[in-house]
């Protein structure tokens, strides 16, 4: 068999941009973006204020999350029309379609093993539905443009003004940059909402697959009169699920914005802190390596966020009643 | 060098508040390593070892959220 000789240029072209980042960032020093907790305003004014919620501003995550929204709805009608065009030839996908149904192919599969055929078409939609945008919403971070183009706003404790850019007279005490584009899930609205929508859905399709038995798990009165003791423990823990409701939210939304936020403090950080230690040529070098690791967390996060989702809501269909069925079951 | 002992404060709660963390990471490492062997054991009961290890990792590494969430809420003077 005779083997073709392999030829990996591309890994040589992204070496060459790695080291061209690095002699550019030498030649034009960087400032360093501002790392603030919540999303910047871009226009001072709000857009639009309602009564009770408040003044609605145009802030700088808002931009990407439009994006993110329209480059899946892009991505569906393209695997649709994909999809369609096979189905009125051959049968055979090819292209999008064909990558788009390996995927989900896959997806449903772990959907089907951990809940069981009934209830995986109710699930699996939830579960690819956040899983795709979380995804899309993550990786569009990645993209050169995104926080280090911006607007530099006088601070008093700032960073010094790279030359070139300011008059010499305006270097007063400091500068930071406020970006245009902020990545969608470094905005904690983004990922209190997604949680929102996951931990409610999950008690809906509670609802919806074992009646009002469901709130049993809630308020567990079942064995309160049968066994005074126990009973009225199980109740008590019981109670204590609905805490866990909640903590679920905050957990959630802390995750991903926790993981998405570290990722723009430590792209920030250790470059400022390598120049600072050795000399302004290494540390621009380091970004390119964290950005990899950026990708690498942001698809391990869009997964955990669609599989906790999913691993959520499949507990919720699986009620006390189902499994005391099974014990006794075993016993006779 | 500017500044109150108050925002020295705050820096140094903040990353006390981090050390919560630690524990997060043991248990974490702890859960994977049971599911792994488990996992070695019986590779059959794969895709429900993978569920409950994800469930227990979610678990574990929110103790770990509520340190990081103590911590930013001391670092951003949120209260």
């Given amino acids: 068999m005779e083997t073709e000789k392999r030829r990996p240029w591309r890994r040589w072209v992204v070496l060459g941009l790695m080291i061209f980042s690095c002699i550019v960032g030498g030649i034009f020093v960087p400032v360093q973006p501002v790392i603030s907790f919540s999303a910047e305003k871009l226009i001072e004014q709000p857009l639009f204020s309602l009564p009770v919620i408040g003044p609605f501003y145009l802030v700088n995550s808002i931009p990407p999350l439009i994006l993110t929204v329209l480059l899946v709805v892009v991505l569906a009608f393209f695997t649709n029309r994909s999809l369609q065009k096979s189905a009125q030839t051959d049968l055979v996908p090819r292209g999008i379609g064909n990558l788009m149904e390996a995927f989900f192919e896959l997806i449903y599969n772990m959907t089907e093993g951990s809940t069981g055929p009934k209830i995986a078409p109710i699930i699996f939609p939830w579960f690819a539905t956040i899983m795709f945008y979380a995804l899309f919403a993550n990786l569009l971070k990645l993209i ?62 509670g609802i919806q697959t074992q009646g009002f038995g469901y709130f049993f798990k809630f308020f567990n009165v079942r064995n309160l009169f049968k066994v005074p003791f126990f009973g009225a423990m199980d109740f008590l823990v019981g109670l204590l699920e609905i805490i866990s409701e909640f903590s679920k939210i905050i957990s959630f939304a802390f995750r991903l914005f926790g993981n998405m936020f570290a990722g723009i403090v430590l792209v920030a950080v250790i470059p400022t802190m390598l120049s600072a230690a050795l000399s302004r040529w290494t540390g621009n070098i380091l970004p390119s390596m964290l950005m990899m690791f950026e990708l690498f967390v942001g698809v391990i996060q869009a997964f955990v966020f669609g599989m906790l989702t999913m691993v959520f809501m499949a507990q919720a269909t699986q009620g006390h009643a189902q499994e005391e069925a099974h014990e006794e079951a075993h016993e006779i | 060098m500017t500044g109150s002992i108050l925002d020295a404060a705050r820096f140094i709660g903040a990353g006390l508040a981090m050390i919560g963390a630690a524990g997060a990471g043991v248990g974490i490492g702890l859960s994977v390593q049971g599911a792994l062997g488990g996992m070695a054991r019986n590779p059959d009961a794969y895709g429900n070892l993978l569920t409950n290890m994800i469930l227990g990792i979610a678990f574990s590494e929110a103790i770990a959220i509520y340190c990081m969430v103590i911590a930013f809420l001391m670092l951003f003077k949120v209260v």
Avoid: C, K, W
Wanted: aromatic residues 10%; charged residues 10%.
């Fill in chain 1, 144 to 205: 050169p443009g995104f926080e280090s183009i911006g607007l530099l706003r006088q601070v008093a404790q700032g960073h010094p003004a790279p030359g070139g850019f300011l008059q010499p007279g305006e270097v007063a005490n400091g500068y930071d940059l406020v970006p245009f584009l902020r990545g969608a899930s470094v905005d904690l609205n983004f990922t209190v909402a997604l949680a929102l929508i996951s931990v409610f859905m999950t008690q809906v399709i």
